[in-house]
């Protein structure tokens, strides 16, 4: 599996955009890109996945860089409640491939 | 709606004890998965399973062992408790490629 390599920690003003990157070089072409999260004592929560399209939900924003080595998650509107670790994840595309996690971005929201 | 819960939430045992932490899915998953947090690390992956009546060891599995023997369920069992699996625990199930819906852990101290 492709190594991911995400900055330890940020701050981020609440109600500004918090704008989390990943360095995924290695990454594969049948490889996605997953983002979790991990607020603190929980167990982590899905946000949003890609393979080489940008993506949009109600969470977040995914953009992928073009030759796909890096890629952005974006929290447009960032509030106290998404003061969590958030986890870069470079996965295969294979039947029940397991999730292996790094040490993350600690992002802390400040008021 | 479906779910994933892990019983139970807390549980202090002895040294030497045999301890099984349970793990309930609804989402009629295939794959299913066991993590350990230790306090300021990320998760890292004890056992998997592909389906019923199939089971894998992950990077720390020494110490324990897992049983499918339904889609629904997959005990964790530590068979002698050691003080070096005190630790939060959790559980997680997906589907082929996508999400993975984790647990919301069990804090497992070993005294």
């Known amino acids: 599996d492709a190594k991911t390599t995400q900055p330890p920690s940020m701050d981020c003003a609440e109600g500004r955009a918090a704008n989390l990157p990943c360095n995924h070089s290695?990454?594969?072409?049948?490889?996605?890109v997953y983002w979790y999260r991990q607020i603190h004592s929980q167990g982590p929560q899905y946000i949003i996945h890609?393979?080489?399209n940008n993506e949009t939900n109600e969470m977040a924003s995914l953009i992928i860089t073009e030759d796909r080595k890096s890629s952005t998650l974006i929290l447009p509107h960032a509030t106290l409640r998404d003061t969590a670790v958030y986890y870069c994840?470079?996965?295969?595309?294979?039947?029940?491939?397991?999730?292996?996690f790094g040490g993350g971005t600690r992002l802390m929201v400040k008021p | 709606d479906a779910e994933i819960t892990q019983s139970p939430r807390h549980k202090i045992t002895e040294t030497g004890r045999q301890v099984t932490l349970a793990c309930h899915q609804t989402?009629?998953?295939?794959?299913m998965f066991w993590y350990r947090q230790d306090l300021g690390h990320g998760l890292r992956l004890i056992h998997y399973?592909?389906?019923?009546?199939?089971?894998n060891k992950g990077e720390v599995s020494d110490g324990y062992s897992v049983s499918r023997s339904n889609t629904e369920d997959l005990p964790l069992t530590l068979e002698s408790a050691a003080s070096s699996q005190t630790s939060v625990y959790f559980c997680?199930?997906?589907?082929?490629?996508?999400?993975?819906?984790f647990g919301q852990g069990t804090r497992l101290t070993v005294v």
């Open positions: 994840i470079v996965r295969p595309l294979r039947a029940g491939n397991m999730l292996t």
């Open positions: 890609g393979l080489k």
């Open positions: 989402w009629n998953h295939n794959n």
């Open positions: 290695t990454i594969s072409g049948n490889e996605y």
């Open positions: 997680a199930s997906s589907d082929r490629i996508g999400e993975a819906f």
């Open positions: 399973s592909y389906g019923v009546q199939d089971t």
